[in-house]
């Protein structure tokens, strides 16, 4: 079955300066994925999707780089603020079977110093 | 800004009751989940629902739990008999498409 996991459990960053958060995926069929915030005691909190015919999209701050050579995907947050400390979850999914059943990885905790 | 709803927050219920979650998803997305979090562990797949039936589940979703769309709004998960490991955070989420968005969660305890 699918996997999607997480190279760094805990990322601790100098406010202001460049989050990068990594991710590793193991179907090679995974076609969809989404990254997710997650603060302490809420639901994970849409951050930025990304198709695998696409290798990089922006949003506000944020980027996703896809690299399906050797399944891979990064989020990467520009000027990390306070309010970025908080889990980070990358999930794929098989579109092209017909299937948004997302398969989360563990997370990463993003701590942000002030 | 819409957003998915749960209700209750948290839920204590004694191990072989029923428990029923329940979720307003958002009011124009068509498709709808439920996913579940143990404490410590990833978030997990359970259910899709699409036009009124279960669109997919994982073998988590045994015969114990069921879902069901009951009026316009409304997006339920029942565990008939729960066991201690059901205790976990329950998240619901829709889309209209890909995105899915999630409720905030309801902390079920089984004691």
Redesign the interface.
Known sequence: GESVGLHLPTLSVQEGDNSIINCAYSNSASD?F?W?KQES??????II?IRSNMDKRQGQRVTVLLNKTVKHLSLQIAATQPGDSAVY?C?GAD?GAG?????????TKLSVIP | EPE?T?TPSHQVTQMGQEVILRCVPISNHL?F?W?RQILG?????LV?FYNNEIS?K?EIFDDQFSVERPDGSNFTLKIRSTKLEDSAMY?CAS?EF????????TRLTVT
Request: without cysteine.
């Open positions: 969809y989404i997710y005691g809420k639901g994970p909190q849409f999707d979850f999930a579109s299937s948004y059943q997302l398969t989360f990885g563990k997370g | 998915v749960q498709y989940y996913y562990q990833k978030v997990e797949f899709s997919e994982s998240f889309s890909n995105e899915q968005y999630f409720g905030p969660g």
